[in-house]
């Protein structure tokens, strides 16, 4: 199995950056696609990026689209997400994602799932 663990997260003003790592455990890391999706309060959960197994392959919702950028370092099993000219609309609980498939922008085709990262953008 894979457990992952986000961190980064944190209070920023609008037009700042952060970045989020997510560390996944497990010898077939590079067999899974990663995805990031957040949860604003009060609000579903929602899709935000993923990366395909073989790193060949990116999505990104359309509200994040030019702003963030999502990565993987398969030898160091991490998945990054780079995000930039934040917004305050983008504050919410970060969480990254494990699945056995190219990737994917529905929450249930994840098999694996990290705490969560709090990020406040401040107006």
């Known amino acids: 199995q894979v457990q992952l663990v986000e961190s980064g997260g944190g209070l920023v003003q609008a037009g700042g950056s952060l970045r989020l790592s997510c560390a996944a455990s497990?010898?077939?890391?590079?067999?899974?696609?990663m995805g990031w999706f957040r949860q604003p309060p009060g609000r579903e959960r929602e899709f935000v990026a993923t990366v395909s197994w073989s790193a060949d392959s990116t999505y990104y919702a359309g509200s994040v689209k030019g702003r963030f950028t999502i990565s993987r370092d398969d030898a160091k099993n991490m998945v990054y997400l780079q995000m930039n000219s934040l917004k305050p609309e983008d504050t919410a609980v970060y969480y990254c994602?494990?699945?056995?498939?190219?990737?994917?922008?529905?929450?249930?085709?994840?098999?694996?799932w990290g705490q969560g990262t709090q990020v406040t953008v401040s107006s």
């Open positions: 497990g010898r077939t890391f590079a067999s899974y696609a």
């Open positions: 994602a494990a699945g056995l498939i190219r990737g994917s922008i529905w929450p249930h085709q994840y098999d694996y």
